[in-house]
Antibody, heavy 120, light 112 residues
């Protein structure tokens, strides 16, 4: 059974940093794109970042470029989102998602999410 | 960047009746590889999103056959043939043809 479990969320002050982790199990981790999607309270879904299979390219939404970094560790079967210079508008539930097949095309499995609150 | 526009914002439906959601993209979603990476997701209250349809019309594993997707180019539709109580939630279209990836604003399906 495919499982994605996020951790690392919490309350952080503006300008602070957090690192989210996504522990994967039940599939061959290095064969799939991994992504992060966020949802601000009461709002819709916003794609944040994606990383290709091992050693591959990274992509980001403009609003987080230069502040967030997506990465992956095949040995630990985990994906990460390092978030620096956090702003109030980054407050959201952050979901880890796996892409179906070997292409970015659709997100077929999602974690339960990690809540990030940026506030003083 | 590709903008995804969904209509309606809200769809009150009688149990057992059909529902239809439209999604329009600001440019064609046909990828250079010939595929159209348009998917539909359902988000029930308090839950993460769940994939329903991928590549326009392919039903994901375990998705009831009352859900169907259609369309091409820039215009796409999700149909629920007979709405059941468990279908209540917000539905999103998503394009993965081009980065940055983008979602529609969501359509709330509720029971009348």
């Amino acid at each position: 059974e495919v499982q994605l479990v996020e951790s690392g969320g919490g309350l952080v002050q503006p300008g602070g940093s957090l690192r989210l982790s996504c522990a994967a199990s039940g599939f061959t981790f290095n064969s799939y794109w991994m992504s992060w999607v966020r949802q601000a309270p009461g709002k819709g879904l916003e794609w944040v970042a994606s990383i290709q299979q091992e050693g591959g390219e990274e992509y980001y939404v403009d609003s987080v470029k230069g502040r967030f970094t997506i990465s992956r560790d095949t040995a630990k079967k985990s994906a990460y989102l390092q978030m620096n210079s956090l702003r109030a508008e980054d407050t959201a539930m952050y979901f880890c998602a796996r892409s179906k097949g070997g292409e970015i095309g659709a997100f077929d499995h999602w974690g339960q999410g990690a809540l990030v609150t940026v506030s003083s | 960047d590709i903008v995804m526009t969904q209509t309606p914002l809200s769809s009150p439906v009688t149990l057992g009746q059909p529902a239809s959601i439209s999604c329009r993209s600001s440019q064609s979603l046909v990828h250079s590889d010939g595929n159209t990476y348009l998917s539909w997701l359902q988000q029930r209250p308090g839950q993460p999103p769940r994939l329903l349809i991928y590549k326009v019309s392919n039903r994901f594993s375990g998705v009831p056959d009352r859900f169907s997707g259609s369309g091409a180019g820039t215009d796409f539709t999700l149909k629920i043939s007979r709405v059941e109580a468990e279908d209540v939630g917000v539905y999103y279209c998503m394009q993965a043809t081009q980065f940055p990836l983008s979602f529609g604003g969501g359509t709330k399906v509720e029971i009348k």
